[in-house]
């Protein structure tokens, strides 16, 4: 009995291990399901559900949304900008919390909506154990 108990616990923590993810897969995950032709309702693009003003600010002319590498990119410059106005502003790095609702709302960081809030805290537990 004791032996079925240990085999189940460390097949539980190994599991606990495995479903952690990067900030990256995570925010793929929530944003569209890891769907690389996803286009939101507002007409967000890419993985990562980039608007396109903001697509077209960052991205080089011939990027490619569709291409996972290339929105990966692109969505990594876009946040390197907010987080450094957000470190220059509050004075740290954001917490995984923050991170999430400085991708999808930057302007409520300090005060996001309740959805936004759902899914920040969505996107902190697929992040938590790394």
């Known amino acids: 009995m004791r032996l079925k ?14 479903q952690a993810m990067d900030r990256w897969s995570a925010l793929s995950q929530i944003e569209s399901g890891d769907n690389d032709g996803a286009v939101g309702a507002a007409g967000e693009i890419s993985r990562y559900q980039i608007k396109p003003e903001v697509w077209q600010r960052f991205a080089p002319a011939a990027a490619n949304w569709e291409d996972q590498k290339q929105a990966l990119a692109v969505a990594k410059i876009i946040m390197e900008q907010r987080s450094v106005d957000f470190q220059r502003t509050v004075g740290r790095v954001p917490t995984d919390f923050e991170f999430y609702v ?5 302007a409520r960081v300090g005060k996001p909506n309740p959805a936004i809030s759902e899914r920040a805290q969505r996107f902190c537990n697929l992040v938590e154990n790394r």
């Open 102 to 106: 400085l991708w999808n709302a930057p």
């Open 5 to 18: 108990f240990l085999l189940l616990l460390a097949a539980v923590v190994v599991g606990l291990q495995v």
